[in-house]
């Protein structure tokens, strides 16, 4: 550790003896020897004084200055900004994965890792680099065909992560089923209902969801159940449903009106949506613009169970 940015080795000639001097407030040294701990004193005109060590030594070594180099955290990488487009594929239509991947020692690599029909081994794509952010492609599959994926980094230094965090054990999924708008502010005089999320169904066929499960940080670490999607819960073609939040029981929770991170899964347990919504005015709310986009707004006007497409928004 350097106080002043320096550091001087002292080589003792044939004694192969070193001594290590660090220099603290008021010009002074203290070295370390085989011997034990000198302190040095300096003066500004007529430099070190000099000492005696072992006898009389005559320093024939070599003296040099430097400071021990700071060490970089060696952790995993990590990820943010994770995207796919289109959110709502077609038959036969690939789709663009993309994140944000960063380490301080380097990313050595990302690869995507994906999964048709929920069966066999796992297959692979290397993601390529812009900068910070890695994209790869899924392949497009037939109607009705699920495909399970998620991400592994590793560092120039071998160490890796993978989003979703404990994957593969649990990975994403493509959907058509997304958490279109949220609101957080129930409860309040203005509005005495309770919170809610609406789910939107983004393809042409109905979609049942019985099973799946909507959860806030708490489902999320564990230390509450995730809230289920009561069994005959079928959303129509490009229609919408409502899940109320904050109701009691085991796995009710209120929406945090300072804004928080919400996941929704399927029924086998993959992640299919994530983000986290903004601290909002009363009777505002919070979503896709269109339904079911990569764009967020702030909504001036509840759209509960309909289209956020005409909603009026905040600048």
Sequence with gaps: ?????????????????????????????????????????????????????????????????????????????????????????????????????????????????????????????TMTATGNVYSGKLPGQAAGVAVAFYLLAESTTGKQATYPVNAPKATLSLSIIFMNEVFSRGKTTTHPGVDWIEIYNGSDVAVDISGYKIYDNGGQAGSKPKMPFPVGTVIPAKGFYVIETDVGGDSGFGLSSGGEEIWLENDKGNLIDNFIFPATEEMHSYGRKPDGSNTFKIFTQLTRGASNNNATTLP
């Design 1 to 125: 550790y350097c106080l002043d940015k320096s550091v001087i080795i002292v080589a003792w000639g044939k004694f192969t003896a070193f001594t290590v001097c660090v220099n603290v407030p008021g010009n002074t040294y203290f070295c370390w020897t085989r011997s034990g701990v000198l302190n040095l004193g300096f003066n500004n005109n007529i430099g070190m004084k000099t000492i005696t060590l072992f006898g009389i030594l005559i320093v024939a070594g070599i003296m040099f200055s430097g400071c021990v180099k700071d060490e970089i955290y060696d952790g995993p990488p990590a990820f943010s900004n994770f995207l796919r487009n289109p959110q709502s594929p077609v038959v036969n239509q690939p789709v663009d994965i993309s994140a944000t991947v960063k380490s301080l020692k380097g990313v050595k690599t990302v690869t995507l890792f994906y999964q048709v029909g929920g069966q066999g081994s796992f297959l692979t794509t």
